[in-house]
């Protein structure tokens, strides 16, 4: 909205009023909009109402208290921010996509703050990267009507954890963004080639961070795993997925010193944002047809952040569902019956751990090897 936009907090939802130009006023026609301010639509957070307002309307307006020169971005957090990946690709990379190209001149006020406070403390270099300004928790405001020259309700997501730069302003995309958000957390800016730009040097290690998931999906024989890595040459560190809960500054600079991210599909390779371009991000994809998934939420955007992806896909006897229910089972014989059922989310993703075949995953460390001398 260009003109004069004018917010209001209220008891379930907050109102943006919009007089157009003086211009275009005598022929604007009043319309409202419920808008939730998150870019997945399928969830539940809190809505915004947009008043268009024509001549006859005005007095609807309320009069402001609070006039600010810059512009602002109403955003909505909640819905399913509490997971690492869906804060990342519902909001953050959505709102750098919409915010980035105010250069930091931009107040940013956020819906459903009340709960939502750690999600502001926990991305703070990120949030302040996008904005000199603290956040807003709109639905606080009270009585305080907050006036706007140029107002953004909203945020468009692309795809999943990415974005499309014919879509976005300024050609963004997600390289942009990795490098954006490394520059929020103080990670060292890529060198000019030809220069390496990982931190691996001749004659030395290369350093692997193998994530290891708390519940589902996770590596039950991760000792195995971690002897494995070694044998194969590599230097091995570990990173339970919670630690992205404690201190997010704190993990970013464990993994800029790696030179490969591994982990099953889960949130915790939303942790490829802080890596270094051309480190090589390994996804164990379960069992159960999972190979779509991982390409949407992880493959495709690893590639587009300059980034390299490799996929291993479990055979059916790495998973413990073949364990529990044997090799002719519909859950490992036929997993086409559970997603026409719409149960295949019970057993794949929440059901299943990973016993990793360590010689049949030999051959994937040798390959990530040779990627990273290329």
């Not at 003109?3 to 003086?22: E, M, Q, W």
């Not at 971005?73 to 915010?99: E, I, K, R």
């Not at 980035?100 to 406070?117: I, K, N, P, W, Y």
């Not at 036929?334 to 751990?353: H, M």
């Amino acid at each position: 909205m260009w003109g004069d936009a004018r917010t209001a907090s209220g008891v379930n939802k907050s109102v943006v009023y919009f007089i157009p130009p003086p211009q275009q006023l005598a022929t604007a026609a009043a319309a409202t909009w419920s808008i939730r301010s998150q870019s997945r639509k399928i969830v539940g957070v809190r809505e915004v109402i947009v008043r268009s307002l024509d001549a006859s309307s005005l007095h609807e307006a309320p009069h402001c208290t609070v006039r600010r020169a810059v512009p602002a971005v109403v955003f909505a957090l909640g819905g399913l921010t509490s997971n690492y990946w869906h804060a990342f690709s519902d909001v953050l990379v959505p709102l750098f996509t919409t915010a980035r190209s105010f250069g930091g001149d931009v107040e940013l006020l956020a819906t459903g703050a009340g709960g939502q406070a750690w999600f502001i403390g926990k991305y703070d270099r990120v949030l302040r990267a996008l904005s000199r300004y603290d956040v807003v928790d709109l639905d606080a405001d009270g009585d305080v009507v907050r006036c706007y020259r140029h107002l953004v309700v909203g945020l468009r997501g692309h795809r999943d954890f990415d974005i499309d730069p014919a879509r976005a302003p300024n050609g963004y995309d997600m390289l942009a963004f990795r490098e954006f958000v490394r520059a929020g957390y103080s990670l060292p800016p890529p060198p000019p080639p030809p220069a390496a730009t990982l931190p691996c040097k001749s004659g030395t290690k290369p350093r692997l961070m193998l994530i290891l998931r708390g519940r589902t999906r996770r590596f039950v024989n991760e000792g195995a795993i971690m002897d494995a890595i070694e044998r194969a040459g590599f230097e091995v560190a570990c990173m339970n997925e919670a630690a992205s809960w404690a201190d997010v500054g704190a993990v970013a600079r464990e993994v800029d010193a790696c030179d490969v991210l591994v982990g099953a599909h889960g949130a915790g390779l939303t942790n490829m944002v802080f890596l270094r371009a051309g480190a090589v991000v390994v996804q164990v994809i379960p069992w159960g047809k999972m190979e779509p998934y991982g390409e949407g939420f992880f493959g495709a955007p690893a590639a587009h952040m300059g980034l390299r992806h490799v996929a291993y896909i479990i055979a059916a006897e790495e998973s413990t569902l073949y364990d529990k229910y044997g090799k002719d089972h519909p859950v490992i014989a036929d997993p086409d019956v559970f997603y026409r059922n719409g149960s295949n989310a019970k057993f794949y993703w929440r059901e299943q751990n990973i016993r990793l075949n360590t010689t049949r995953f030999a051959p994937t460390l040798q390959m990530v090897k040779r990627m990273l001398r290329e």
